[in-house]
């Protein structure tokens, strides 16, 4: 049971050029989700998918670009890196509260990606 | 004003002591509380859930106070490997989406 695994795990990019962040899970989650996390702001939620075929944005979804390709496999997209881009990347997944019944409903963590954009 | 507040510290303590952090939250209607714990460089992992009627696991107390919109974390006996980033989370009122702090630092000293 690998749990939640991200590739690549660092990344390098110049300005303007496009990446896919990969994530898969084999807990056989519905809910699925990607964060940055920066220095003095904590984790922020970029998009998140509650089921396979549905995607939602969160906090900060300008730029990315998600796709929930079926219910293992969520990757994020930059398709124009820009500076302020550059984070750690985190993926998770979690089950749907109404599956779970409880709404207790822990998040795992994928490994990160740190993505450098110059 | 941020979904999820919390002191970043640091905190340094020698081992042995109690400490504690607080953190607020600013949706009333929030469905669900937890604390994580982040190493250095590592993800985040689920340290415990937080209960309105209160929980203990071990030497880690959680806390609700729904009135006040406030969350705390005792860890009492600190040991040398509780040293990390501790974060607050709560989620939004249908429990889909996660706020989380910006964490605070913790070091146990020898």
């Known amino acids: 049971n690998a749990g939640v695994t991200q590739t690549p795990k660092f990344q390098v990019l110049k300005t303007g050029q496009s990446m896919t962040l990969q994530c898969a899970q084999d807990?056989?989650?519905?809910?699925m989700y990607w964060y940055r996390q920066d220095p003095g702001m904590g984790l922020r939620l970029i998009y998140y998918?509650?089921?396979?075929?549905?995607?939602d944005k969160g906090e900060v979804p300008n730029g990315y670009n998600v796709s929930r390709l079926n219910k293992r496999e969520f990757s994020l997209r930059l398709e124009s890196a820009a500076p302020s881009q550059t984070s750690v990347y985190f993926c998770?997944?979690?089950?749907?509260?109404?599956?779970?019944?409880?709404?207790?409903?822990?998040?795992?963590f994928g490994p990160g990606t740190r993505l450098t954009v110059l | 004003r941020k979904e999820v507040e919390q002191d970043p510290g640091p905190f340094n303590v020698p081992e042995g002591a109690t400490v504690a952090f607080n953190c607020t939250y600013s949706?009333?209607?929030?469905?669900?509380f937890f604390w994580y714990r982040q190493d250095c460089r590592k993800e985040p992992k689920l340290l415990m859930s937080?209960?309105?009627s209160g929980n203990e696991d071990g030497r880690f107390t959680a806390q609700l106070n729904r009135a006040s919109q406030y969350i705390s974390l005792l860890i009492r006996d600190s040991k040398l490997s509780d040293s990390a980033t501790y974060l607050c989370?709560?989620?939004?009122?249908?429990?889909?989406?996660?706020?989380f702090g910006t964490g605070t630092s913790l070091t146990v000293i020898p």
């Open positions: 998770a997944s979690s089950e749907s509260p109404e599956n779970r019944g409880s709404s207790y409903n822990e998040q795992f």
């Open positions: 807990m056989n989650h519905n809910s």
């Open positions: 998918s509650a089921s396979e075929g549905t995607t």
């Open positions: 949706n009333s209607a929030s469905q669900s």
């Open positions: 937080v209960y309105s």
């Open positions: 989370v709560a989620s939004n009122p249908t429990g889909n989406q996660f706020y």
